[in-house]
């Protein structure tokens, strides 16, 4: 795993689209593994994964402390792009669509002990959960108990989705409490 990750720490794959600095956090007892959309900027500078408002938010959802949260044995955070894809429109730019077929297979085999992956956005969902993701992001996510035990669908965590939140009251009422019990129920466990 050691040699893996230095491999995908000196990755270059888009280097001629951006600025290559891959934020990835994986060890091979990682019980829960996180797949989001890509680092903003502040976690492009530190290098810390989630290390955002849209992290603390994560934290919260989930029900788990920093020092749980970062604690490898705990989690495993591997994004669907590694580096910072730059600014758009409205927001970040897209994942870069390199580093999932390159690399996600290769840290994922390294890691037995994963009992959950979080799939964190629509780009996370499409990819793994391909023909089985509902047409948007609002039913896969509402019907995440179809993932499980493998997968739990989430919407992101941004504050710039608080329209999202505000709209579907259900998702904090009712899928919350249910992600919370689930991943209590894995890191207690040893």
């Not at 007892?29 to 492009?44: E, L």
């Not at 994922?108 to 959960?129: C, F, H, S």
Request: charged letters at 25%.
């Amino acid at each position: 795993m050691k040699e893996l990750l230095l491999d995908i720490h000196k990755c270059k794959i888009c280097e001629s689209f951006l600025e290559p600095r891959p934020v990835v956090f994986a060890n091979e007892s990682s019980k829960i593994i996180i797949i989001g959309q890509a680092p903003g900027t502040k976690v492009h500078k530190s290098g810390i994964p989630w290390d955002d408002a849209s992290g603390k938010q994560l934290r919260k959802w989930l029900g788990v402390t920093n020092e749980q949260f970062y604690n490898v044995e705990n989690f495993g955070i591997i994004p669907m792009g590694f580096c910072y894809p730059g600014k758009g429109k409205s927001g970040d730019l897209p994942p870069r669509k390199e580093c999932a077929p390159e690399w996600h297979q290769l840290l994922l085999d390294k890691m037995p002990n994963v009992e959950l992956v979080l799939l964190i956005g629509m780009y996370a969902q499409k990819y793994y959960l391909k023909e089985k993701a509902k047409k948007t992001l609002t039913e896969t996510v509402n019907y995440y108990e179809e993932y499980l035990p493998k997968y739990f669908a989430l919407p992101h965590p941004s504050p710039r989705n608080r329209f999202w939140l505000t709209k579907n009251l259900w998702f904090e009422k009712d899928i919350l409490p249910q992600l919370k019990r689930k991943v209590t129920q894995i890191i207690s466990s040893s």
